[in-house]
């Protein structure tokens, strides 16, 4: 073979050589390889989707390709998924809780070695409705909740027993971090407060019940004269009364404007009532 020749054939060797170390196995058929700025070629991505070879080319334009250019981790890139995703979390803040899934904010209270809301809840689910199906009776009031709603069961639940299938504690409508509390957690609330002859007078609120049925309201609980939805469908006991679902069945507190007491009650799981959440133990 002649001098050119051969200088020629080892020339096209040397291109081949050099071509073959650019492209590598990019994952997109050779279309844009790393460090090459100028391709235009680019794979579609689903929404939300991230491109690890942009990522790597991205960090080798600033730092040059080289042997030594420091390796894009897998935390790296976990990160930047994530940036996007909006993380259901409730905020606590002092003597309150922002319920993230609506955004509602309500006062809470320490009584003993318990964490309740100071407010009735009033997050919107299927068999629950505001006093006279008005709007400012929710904002008031909180919502009343037939007693499997409030325990986020499905409504056969109300005419059955749900022994089976409650848990220890049942979150129910609350948000997460609180539940529905059970009987003995109302026990504990009314023993401490004083007893079942004194429970009611501290736990009312000091206005808003009638005939001079407030309460001293000692603790900070303020429980309302939010009334209740009878079985029947009709909106009842506004200004009088308040009934609160505890996740032990049969086992409802009652509040009368009349009476110093805080009744257990077994009445209809069809009847709609206020709900107070306790937050779960650490």
Known sequence: MKQKQWIAFLGMVVVALILAACGGDSGNNGTEREGDSSSSAEIPLSSGQISFSSVVKSSSSSVGVSSSSPVVSSSSVKESSSSSVEVCANTYGTNTVKDCRDGQTYKTVVIGTQTWMAENLNYKVNSSWCYDNSVDSCSKYGRLYQWASAMGLSATYNGTSASGVISTPQQGACPTGWHIPMDVEWTTLEIYVGGYGVAGTALKSTSGWYNDGDGTDAYGF?????????????????????????????KDRYLYFDYAYMYTYDNSKYCAFSVRCLKDSV
């Open 222 to 250: 303020s429980a309302l004269p939010a009334g209740d939805r009878s079985f029947y469908g009709d909106f009842i006991g506004a200004g009088s009364d308040a009934f609160f679902w505890s996740a032990t069945e049969n």
